[in-house]
């Protein structure tokens, strides 16, 4: 099915890139499955005051532990969903922060069956209007890029921390077009579709798209965690982020963890918890193995 629809599209693609737009970007926006609630994960689940946004028409759950005081937002990645994120919520409650979340359109508990940063920072901004603002936010993956996204926006949070982050849509669309074996004007279409269709009407669109551009619209403090071995998402992606932020961002390099495997690792928490609550210049945490830059 995969190969026909490849065959299809990049046949398509000259003769109508209008129409291959809109068919690539159905795909685009897909998730790959809805993964269930793990048994390590169903406690802290099962704490949570749960809620109900809208987005789109679209019924998005939400999720609240604690209370008091302006929460940490956590932000899921890619064909996943909050309790994947568990960890970070009982070490961020032991340290006395309140933690709000959300299952992303498609994802986890909400309904749907697609996601887009249009959705993205849609769910952040209600959110962030029902909370009155959030002190950090811990994000992972294509949570990474949403959140950027929707801090350039003009909604508040002191600290980042970075996940595994893809920061750059542009490589999201290069990763799609090559798993998908599309020639460039798919790519083309597609990009099109999104910038001149799904933002219609605001403009300098795809500037915002790359969270390195204009870091002076972002004025928190980052902190990224990457590992050297992550299949998904290439830790340059990081790298490009503590560049541009200069003395704003941190980046720590572990090894061994991928993609996935990241999220549950208690130095990662520790180090994360830790530049929520304390100020920058705090170093990692013993035991967590990295090059920090």
Same mark, same amino acid.
């Given at each position: 099915?995969?190969? +026909? ?7 398509? $693609? ?21 993964p269930a609630v793990r048994p390590e994960e169903a406690d802290v689940m099962a704490r949570a005051t749960t809620g109900r946004l809208t987005v789109e028409g679209i019924p998005v759950t ?17 064909? &996943? ?18 933690? /709000? ?7 986890? $508990? ?6 887009? +940063? ?60 090559? &798993? ?5 004007? /798919?790519?083309?279409? +597609? ?40 299949? /998904? ?23 061994? +963890? ?15 918890v830790a530049f929520l609550g304390e100020p920058a210049a705090e170093p990692a945490p013993a035991g967590l193995s990295a090059v920090v830059r």
């Amino acid at each position: 099915m995969a190969s +026909l629809l490849s065959t299809t599209l990049n046949t398509t $693609a000259r003769l109508a890139p209008g129409l291959v737009g809109r068919a690539a970007f159905a795909l685009f926006v897909r998730p790959l499955g809805r993964p269930a609630v793990r048994p390590e994960e169903a406690d802290v689940m099962a704490r949570a005051t749960t809620g109900r946004l809208t987005v789109e028409g679209i019924p998005v759950t939400t999720y609240r532990w604690g209370g008091g005081g302006r929460p940490v937002l956590l932000v899921h990645g890619w064909s &996943s969903r909050t309790s994947r994120l568990a960890g970070f919520v009982e070490a961020l409650l032991a340290e006395g922060h309140s933690v /709000v979340a959300f299952d992303a359109p498609g994802h986890g $508990a909400s309904g749907g069956r697609a996601t887009h +940063l249009r959705r993205q920072r849609a769910a952040i901004r209600l959110l962030h209007a029902e909370c009155g603002g959030f002190s950090g936010v811990v994000a992972h993956s294509f949570g990474v890029l949403s959140t950027f996204f929707a801090l350039r926006e003009g909604i508040p949070a002191e600290r980042i921390a970075a996940i595994g982050g893809v920061t750059d849509f542009a490589y999201l669309l290069a990763q799609f077009r090559r &798993s998908m074996r599309l020639r460039p004007a /798919v790519e083309r279409a +597609l990009r099109h579709h999104v910038e001149h269709r799904l933002f219609a009407g605001e403009p300098g669109i795809r500037d915002r798209f790359d969270a390195c551009l204009r870091p002076e619209e972002i004025p928190a403090r980052i902190l990224l965690v990457h590992d050297a071995d992550d299949d /998904v998402a290439d830790p340059e992606q990081s790298r490009r982020i503590a560049a541009a932020y200069g003395d704003r961002a941190r980046l720590i390099e572990t090894a061994g +963890l991928g993609h996935r495997r990241i999220l549950a690792d208690p130095g990662v928490i520790a180090a994360a918890v830790a530049f929520l609550g304390e100020p920058a210049a705090e170093p990692a945490p013993a035991g967590l193995s990295a090059v920090v830059r």
